[in-house]
Nanobody
Framework: QVQLMESGGGLVQPGGSLRLSCAAS????????MAWYRQAPGKQRELVAA???????NYADSVKGRFTISRDNDKNTLYLQMNSLKPEDTAVYYC?????????WGQGTQVTVSS
């Protein structure tokens, strides 16, 4: 069983940056893929970015060129660097990780982009 804990959310002005972190309670070396999802009020949860153990990444079209996902296997942590934030990026951001048997979710961290 792996527990995931997100941090780094908050209130930021449009054009600003935030870095989200997702700390795992155990090793993430065999968690594949790991991903960030988000859910805005009244909308379905959507995939933002994902990364595999081999380093492959994919992004939602809406965040390409602005967000960067990365993982540090030594620190058992997944990151999401978010630049050039827009009001439409406002959502609760969730960390997700898959093992062979199940998927794990964090509790989420709120990101609000507003002036």
């Amino acid at each position: 069983q792996v527990q995931l804990m997100e941090s780094g959310g908050g209130l930021v002005q449009p054009g600003g940056s935030l870095r989200l972190s997702c700390a795992a309670s155990g090793s993430i070396r065999r968690l594949n893929p790991m991903a960030w999802y988000r859910q805005a009020p009244g909308k379905q949860r959507e995939l933002v970015a994902a990364t595999t153990v081999t380093g492959n990444t994919n992004y939602a079209d809406s965040v390409k060129g602005r967000f960067t996902i990365s993982r540090d296997n030594d620190k058992n942590t997944l990151y999401l660097q978010m630049n050039s934030l827009k009001p439409e990026d406002t959502a609760v951001y969730y960390c997700n990780a898959a093992s062979r048997l199940t998927a794990y979710w964090g509790q989420g961290t709120q990101v609000t982009v507003s002036s």
